[in-house]
């Protein structure tokens, strides 16, 4: 399907720095169907794509055979691509042109060692890999400083532990509390939960001290479904839950927002906010703050259904539904009714679907829209409330991890579902 591009942009800031969230404003100027009396129509966004350039990757062995890269990151102060595979807890690190630097990391407990690693974070002369229990740090040359332990358990929201998924320059720690999804939804006789903070947390003199950065609106997020003998909590193909990303470096969190009294379709809302406080700006202070409009684009019923169809060749097929005596087609039919009733459905598309935040300082927001079989995704400079956004088309299979100034990063998974790593270069269209 071929979607209109996105409707010019035009934005009135209002300049702003250590304010609330309520007191920061920018006042969005014009919209699609401005009358045709304007003197002057702001310039569309930029448009750009990306062609092959760097390949990361052996089919047969070696460095280069990866396993699972739900994560990567690129160097801003020197280039260098680190890899990570969670379930091979591995971090490599190449050059862009595929030149193997350097290995770390095994499964295990000890000085070095990782347990399911998700995260890289660069500082000025060293990085760290966050794993599922401490963050551990090394020069950039890849020798092992200090590992650094997360909050005790006994820090807590409602008795529900904190995932904390970063740490700060000033020694604050980052997170949210974990619950399952049924507790969310109010599966055990308690109202569902509509949203969820996120936490800044430090350790003081008398204890721990957690400050709320800010309240994450996960209505819309999930949903529970029985398939067959399963239980399963599909996420909502729709949703216009908030979406939200952290910077370390900048001690910040960045929020994604399609939803509000202020927004219409096709709108959305980039909200930044402070997570550390430095004597001026506090925590939850917005630091950064633009709205942005595009071509709203309406939710039809054949898109729902392909959304369902795509949902349930996503579910394995029921498992021995016979030894129930039912029938595999009566049950997959159960679940299309079952998620049919389930799902939200908006009167338009969200206009974001996912958040990304690259190490360039970039943020990248996917659409909806789609031409032929590329994916559109803008690009926006954080701080720029003025510039219209760089809009680039992308292959749909390409999973996008990070972002240059120049480059696009991600993986390509081949016929024998090999993973690579991928630099598509930028550029822009004739």
């Known amino acids: 399907m071929t979607i209109r591009r996105a409707c010019p942009l035009q934005f009135v800031a209002v300049p702003r720095a250590g304010l609330s969230l309520l007191a920061g404003v920018l006042v969005l100027a014009a919209a699609c169907d401005d ?30 055979l990866f396993g699972i890269v739900p994560y990567l990151r690129v160097n801003p102060g020197d280039g260098r691509v680190f890899v990570l595979e969670a379930y091979d807890s591995r971090l490599s ?131 529970a479904l029985y398939y067959g003998n399963w239980l399963t909590f599909p996420g909502q193909p729709f949703s216009v839950a908030d979406q939200y990303r952290l910077d370390p470096g900048a001690g910040t969190v960045l929020v994604a927002r399609v939803v509000g009294e202020h927004l219409g379709p096709g709108e959305a809302e980039l909200t930044e906010l402070s997570a550390v406080a430095d004597g001026v700006r506090f925590v939850g202070d917005t630091v950064w703050h633009r709205r942005l409009a595009f071509e709203p684009i309406p939710l039809t019923p054949a898109l729902v259904e392909a959304a369902i169809d795509r949902m349930l060749e996503g579910l394995a097929a029921p498992e021995d539904p016979e030894d129930e005596g039912e029938d595999p087609v009566a049950v997959r039919e159960s679940a299309r009714g079952d998620i049919r009733k389930s799902i939200h459905v908006p009167e338009h598309l969200p206009a974001v679907r996912r958040l990304s935040m690259a190490s360039s300082g970039q943020v990248w927001l996917l659409s909806h829209e789609t031409v032929d079989t590329l994916n559109v995704w803008y690009s926006v400079e954080r701080g720029d409330n003025e510039s219209p956004p760089r809009r680039v088309l992308l292959p749909d299979w390409l999973v996008l991890l990070d972002a240059t100034d120049t480059h696009v990063w991600g993986v390509w998974r081949d016929e024998l579902d090999i993973n690579y790593v991928v630099g598509r270069r930028l550029v822009p269209r004739p």
């Open 35 to 64: 009358p045709p009396s304007r003197s002057a129509a702001p310039a569309p966004p930029d448009e750009w794509h990306s062609e092959p350039h760097h390949r990361i990757g052996d089919a047969l062995s070696g460095d280069a």
């Open 93 to 223: 690190v190449w050059t862009p042109s595929g030149e193997h630097l350097f290995s770390l990391g095994r499964s295990g407990e000890g000085p070095g060692d990782f347990m399911m690693p998700y995260r890289v974070h660069f500082e000025d002369s060293r990085f760290y890999v966050r794993d599922q229990s401490r963050f551990t740090y090394f020069s950039n040359s890849g020798t092992l400083l200090e590992t650094v332990p997360g909050p005790p358990t006994s820090v807590s929201y409602q008795g529900f532990p904190l995932r904390i998924d970063a740490l700060t320059a000033d020694g604050s720690f980052l997170g949210r509390p974990t619950m399952g999804a049924h507790v969310e939804l109010g599966m055990h006789g308690h109202d569902p939960i509509d949203s969820l903070p996120v936490f800044s947390v430090r350790e003081s003199a008398g204890g721990w001290v957690r400050d709320v950065v800010y309240w994450h609106d996960i209505r819309t997020r999930d949903f």
